[in-house]
Nanobody, 125 residues
Framework: QVQLVESGGGLVQAGGSLRLSCAASGGTFSSYAGGWFRQAPGKEREFVAA????????YYADLVKGRFTISRDNAKSTVYLQMNSLKPEDTAVYYCAADVVDWGYKTKPTEWNYWGQGTQVTVSS
């Protein structure tokens, strides 16, 4: 059973940057795919980015491509999301996810088994 804890959220002005971290424990995280989703008030949870256990072939939602970068450090059992050029529409609770299935493009929340509690990101205009 993998436990995930996010950190790094906060308030930032438009155009600024934040780096989110997702620390895993309780499992062999290095063999799990890692991902980030977000959920704004009144909206469904949406895919942001994901990365395979090896760190190869990260993939992104079109809305964040070129601005966000996902990475991982398996020695630290941590996945990161570097967010640059933030916009007010990026405001949401950001959730870390993990799953043992590492192939394909897992863009639906139902495709991920393990979730963190979320961290708030607020971008002011």
């Amino acid at each position: 059973q993998v436990q995930l804890v996010e950190s790094g959220g906060g308030l930032v002005q438009a155009g600024g940057s934040l780096r989110l971290s997702c620390a895993a424990s309780g499992g062999t995280f290095s063999s799990y795919a890692g991902g980030w989703f977000r959920q704004a008030p009144g909206k469904e949870r949406e895919f942001v980015a994901a990365i395979r256990w090896s760190g190869s072939n990260p993939y992104y939602a079109d809305l964040v491509k070129g601005r966000f970068t996902i990475s991982r450090d398996n020695a630290k059992s941590t996945v990161y999301l570097q967010m640059n050029s933030l916009k007010p529409e990026d405001t949401a609770v950001y959730y870390c996810a993990a799953d043992v299935v590492d192939w394909g493009y897992k863009t639906k929340p139902t495709e991920w088994n393990y979730w963190g509690q979320g961290t708030q990101v607020t971008v002011s205009s």
